[in-house]
Structures are given as structure tokens and as C-alpha cells.
């Protein structure tokens, strides 16, 4: 575990793996709901955890390297289900990319239990973790200027779903309707750190909301 100072009162505590991000999120969240932290926000990452708002960030950085940080409790049973119809223009690069077949690329997909790692890059768009190591897909090679919303992607170990369209260069291999983000609702993110996520595919004819 490595922290850094970040300006006067955050602090950027960096470990080894996501996994262990995801145990010092679990732990940071827990004491600072018991009282015995304070932090006006806690936000993770790939492998780093953000601390913003507090009192004292070296006393905090002192503290946290001086004993391990214990295994993340187990997760809520929940998991929200996202139709998705494969029919992304990446489908048969990434098809070739796993060397199997098209169909195959949805089965393996759909066949995943993910998890939210973290979320980030525009709100509401989760960096979902599941798929085995030999399953990364690099980047495309030139990124697309506007990605529809509703796509979902793949790149390196992630996938994700675009909640509005942007440039993006994430390999696209499917079209969901689910709103990831909508400010009127409570809470405003279909998607939080910790969800697990399946994706059930739908026909070519059926609604993907």
C-alpha cells in the first residue's frame, strides 16, 4: 500500500489489485459510517481509493499502512439485470480477437457475472470486472467521435455501458435501453461500486428497456 498527499486535505491511497481496492473501499465506508472516519468523499478506482475532506490526511496515511486491511465483507445477493441486444459494430473484431465465433462472443458475455468495480468517466458508466484475463480487448486503434448512448463495450478487462453519447474508444458490441443515469431518480446511478450485473440477451425484435 502506497498513499500520496493530494493538495491540503485528501489523500490517494494506492494498493496492489482491484480487489484490494474494493476491501479498503468496504472498510473506509464502514468507518466512516461508524464515526471513527472522517471524509467528505470516498471514491475508488482500478486499483486506487480517493479520500477528499480530511481532518488530518497524514494521521489517516500513518494509520493505514500500519495493519492490513481486512477482506471485504460479502456482497448483497441484488444483481441488476440489463437486457442487451448483441448487435455492436466491434462484435466480429472482438469475435476474432477471442478466436471464436460471433455468437459465441454473446454467450461468453451473457454467461458473466459482473461486478462494479468502480465508476467514473462520465456519470453513471460503471468499469464492470468478470471476464477472464483471456477475454481483454484493447482499445480500437481510432476512437470513435460519438458512441450512442445505451452502447455496451468492452476494453482491456472492462465493460461498460455509454449512459450518453460521447467519443469514445471502447470496442462496441451491443445496445441496451436501461438509463443508467436519470437526476430525478433516487438514486440518480442504475449502476454503484460493488453491484453485480448480469447482461440477458433479447432478440432482434424484443425491447431492450
Known amino acids: 500500500m502506497r498513499t500520496l498527499p493530494v493538495g491540503e486535505d485528501a489523500l490517494l491511497v494506492e494498493v496492489a489489485s482491484g480487489e484490494e481496492a474494493q476491501a479498503l473501499l468496504a472498510e473506509l465506508l464502514r468507518r466512516r459510517a461508524e464515526g471513527s472516519l472522517t471524509a467528505r468523499e470516498i471514491v475508488p478506482a482500478a486499483r486506487t481509493v480517493l479520500l477528499d475532506g480530511l481532518p488530518d490526511p497524514a494521521r489517516l496515511a500513518a494509520e493505514l499502512t500500519s495493519r492490513p486491511v481486512p477482506p471485504a465483507p460479502p456482497r ?63 482499445r480500437r486503434a481510432a476512437p470513435r467521435t460519438s458512441v450512442p448512448p445505451g452502447s455496451v463495450a468492452l476494453a482491456g478487462p472492462y465493460t461498460g455501458v455509454y449512459p450518453r453519447s460521447s467519443p469514445g474508444g471502447w470496442q462496441l458490441i451491443g445496445t441496451t435501453g436501461r438509463v443508467l443515469w436519470d437526476h430525478t431518480r433516487e438514486p440518480a446511478a442504475l449502476l454503484s461500486p460493488g453491484t453485480r450485473v448480469r447482461f440477458v440477451p433479447v432478440g432482434a425484435t424484443e425491447p431492450v428497456t
Not at 96 to 106: F, K, N, Y
Not at 110 to 130: I, K, N, S
Open 76 to 138: 448483497p445477493a441484488e444483481t441488476v439485470e440489463i437486457p442487451v441486444r448483441y448487435d455492436g459494430p466491434d462484435l466480429a473484431d472482438v469475435a476474432a480477437h477471442w478466436g471464436v465465433s460471433v455468437p459465441e462472443v454473446a454467450r461468453i458475455h451473457a454467461a458473466t457475472e459482473f461486478r462494479v468495480a468502480f465508476c467514473g468517466f462520465a456519470p453513471g458508466f460503471g468499469y464492470l470486472t468478470g471476464l477472464p484475463a483471456r477475454y481483454e480487448v484493447p
